[in-house]
């Protein structure tokens, strides 16, 4: 009785399990058969991968907003370093780099930041490349996996220099610290004529003057535009030209080897302190033997039909047995024909002003087109007033004064490759990548 009871009870049960999942099955077909407010149920099985991928795309959009601000400090930081990668060490422009770029990059998304720098040479100058890293923390996307998304840019930049320049007025604000008057002609061979005043009539080409040269460049302004003809232009509101020669001295002198030195026919002379200054007389001629002459007080004169020649010889006008600071007085139709040493102490340099003399001593240097001083005329606190010189391909010739004026007709090229001179001309920082 009890076993056919249980088997009654066991038959039942398997009935009502039979008749749940039937009623399961109607239902779920019911389900999908209903078309009432069927969105929302298809829309909450949709959403998952939907919320995914807007997820995914505030992340991406928070690492590409700080992978922007790293790449515009890297430029910036890569420009910065480009212009002083010759002036530090490697070990300081790695320093100098991180914490310019960090001043420059604070973005709290980004962890674990880390900068590279790296300098290389290149055409006419150098390049500087700046790495940086880090790492932005995901708010949605580490349900899929990925806790942080990792960001870096590069950055390259280039500094180079043409190194074309052959005039450069050094005073920083005078006005008319270069200068061409009356009806001179300058010619500037494939070279350019640099100013470092920040006056408003830096530069002023008067009357019928005319200066043509490869390019012209000053800190101020100028005056007499129409007047200048140029090959890459006419810039003005630059950065001031460094002095090429500033780091140069020529060596300590004693005694007085002559004074009042006077020649008034053919002669050859050796180096040496001459005080009193150098008279060369109309028709004379003086032959110099390489090395430094140091004119001690007193004037270097040259009368017109003088001659003056010589081979790897610097000129130094200076003061210190005499009182006074040597000036040059160089009148027309004197003829010069001077190159300055290779190597040395005074390379490329044929006449070398003393910096402690008072500004805006005079020099003039007025031959005219039989006066040819090779390699650098650098008379850094002189008043230079210039005519000579032609615009021959071999020649080489620069003038660095506190002022330059020019007189009469000028011709300057910068053919100084076996020279020794020393180029200068705007250093460009540019961004290359």
Same mark, same amino acid.
């Given at each position: 009785?009890?076993f056919?009871?249980?088997k009654?009870r066991?038959?039942?049960s398997?009935?009502?399990?039979?008749?749940?999942?039937g009623?399961?099955?109607?239902?779920?077909?019911?389900?999908?058969?209903?078309?009432?407010?069927?969105?929302?149920?298809?829309?909450?099985?949709?959403a998952?991968?939907?919320?995914?991928?807007?997820?995914?795309?505030?992340?991406?959009?928070?690492?590409?907003?700080?992978?922007?601000?790293?790449?515009?400090?890297?430029?910036a930081?890569?420009?910065?370093?480009?212009?002083?990668?010759?002036?530090?060490?490697d070990?300081?422009m790695?320093t100098?780099?991180?914490?310019?770029?960090?001043?420059n990059?604070?973005?709290?998304?980004?962890?674990?930041l880390?900068?590279?720098?790296?300098?290389?040479?290149?055409?006419?100058?150098?390049?500087?490349?700046?790495?940086?890293s880090?790492?932005?923390t995901?708010?949605?996307?580490?349900?899929?996996?990925f806790?942080?998304?990792?960001?870096?840019?590069?950055?390259?930049?280039?500094?180079t220099m043409?190194?074309?320049?052959?005039?450069?007025?050094?005073?920083p604000?005078?006005?008319?610290?270069a200068?061409?008057?009356?009806?001179?002609?300058?010619?500037?061979?494939?070279?350019s004529?640099?100013?470092?005043?920040?006056?408003?009539?830096?530069?002023?080409?008067?009357g019928?003057?005319?200066i043509?040269?490869y390019?012209?460049?000053?800190?101020?302004?100028?005056?007499?535009?129409?007047n200048?003809?140029?090959?890459?232009?006419?810039?003005?509101?630059?950065?001031?030209?460094?002095?090429?020669?500033?780091?140069?001295?020529?060596?300590?002198?004693s005694?007085?080897?002559?004074?009042?030195?006077?020649?008034?026919?053919?002669?050859?002379?050796?180096?040496?302190?001459y005080?009193?200054g150098?008279?060369?007389?109309? =028709?004379a001629?003086? !032959?110099l *033997?390489? @090395?430094?002459?140091?004119l001690? &007080? +007193?004037?270097?004169?040259?009368?017109? $039909? /003088?001659?003056?020649?010589?081979?790897?010889?610097?000129?130094?006008?200076?003061s210190?047995?005499k009182?006074?600071?040597?000036?040059a007085?160089?009148?027309?139709?004197?003829?010069?024909?001077?190159?300055?040493?290779?190597?040395g102490?005074?390379?490329?340099?044929?006449?070398?002003g003393?910096r402690?003399?008072?500004? =805006?001593?005079?020099? !003039?240097f *007025?031959? @005219?087109a039989?006066?040819?001083? &090779? +390699?650098?005329i650098?008379?850094?606190? $002189? /008043?230079?007033?210039f005519?000579?010189?032609?615009?021959?391909?071999?020649?080489c010739?620069?003038?660095?004064?506190?002022?330059?004026t020019f007189?009469?007709?000028?011709?300057?090229?910068?053919?100084?490759?076996n020279y020794?001179t020393k180029?200068?001309?705007?250093?460009?920082?540019?961004?290359?990548?």
């Amino acid at each position: 009785m009890n076993f056919v009871k249980a088997k009654r009870r066991t038959i039942a049960s398997v009935g009502r399990q039979q008749t749940d999942i039937g009623a399961n099955i109607v239902l779920l077909i019911r389900f999908l058969q209903n078309r009432e407010a069927s969105v929302a149920p298809m829309l909450a099985l949709a959403a998952l991968p939907l919320f995914a991928s807007v997820g995914a795309s505030i992340d991406f959009g928070r690492a590409a907003s700080a992978r922007a601000a790293m790449q515009a400090a890297a430029d910036a930081t890569a420009l910065l370093m480009a212009k002083d990668a010759k002036v530090v060490d490697d070990s300081q422009m790695a320093t100098n780099a991180t914490n310019y770029f960090n001043a420059n990059f604070q973005n709290s998304e980004v962890g674990s930041l880390q900068t590279t720098v790296a300098t290389s040479s290149a055409s006419s100058g150098y390049s500087v490349n700046i790495g940086a890293s880090g790492v932005v923390t995901t708010r949605f996307m580490g349900v899929m996996g990925f806790s942080t998304l990792h960001v870096s840019v590069q950055s390259n930049a280039l500094s180079t220099m043409d190194g074309l320049g052959c005039i450069l007025s050094l005073n920083p604000h005078a006005s008319s610290a270069a200068a061409g008057q009356g009806s001179t002609n300058v010619v500037l061979s494939g070279c350019s004529l640099y100013d470092n005043s920040d006056n408003s009539t830096a530069l002023t080409v008067g009357g019928s003057a005319a200066i043509t040269a490869y390019s012209v460049g000053v800190v101020g302004n100028l005056t007499g535009r129409s007047n200048i003809t140029t090959t890459q232009g006419i810039m003005t509101g630059m950065g001031a030209i460094p002095d090429p020669y500033a780091t140069m001295s020529f060596p300590a002198f004693s005694a007085c080897t002559q004074q009042n030195f006077n020649a008034k026919d053919t002669v050859t002379i050796d180096p040496g302190v001459y005080c009193g200054g150098m008279k060369i007389n109309a =028709g004379a001629s003086v !032959t110099l *033997n390489p @090395g430094i002459y140091y004119l001690d &007080g +007193g004037d270097l004169t040259m009368n017109g $039909g /003088a001659t003056l020649t010589g081979t790897g010889v610097t000129l130094v006008f200076t003061s210190q047995n005499k009182s006074g600071y040597a000036t040059a007085s160089i009148n027309g139709n004197a003829t010069i024909n001077l190159t300055p040493p290779k190597t040395g102490p005074t390379a490329g340099i044929v006449v070398f002003g003393d910096r402690r003399m008072p500004e =805006g001593t005079a020099y !003039t240097f *007025n031959g @005219g087109a039989t006066q040819y001083l &090779g +390699g650098a005329i650098y008379l850094p606190r $002189g /008043a230079v007033s210039f005519s000579g010189g032609v615009s021959s391909s071999s020649n080489c010739t620069q003038l660095i004064g506190n002022t330059v004026t020019f007189t009469g007709n000028s011709g300057f090229s910068l053919n100084c490759n076996n020279y020794g001179t020393k180029p200068f001309s705007p250093r460009v920082v540019k961004l290359t990548s």
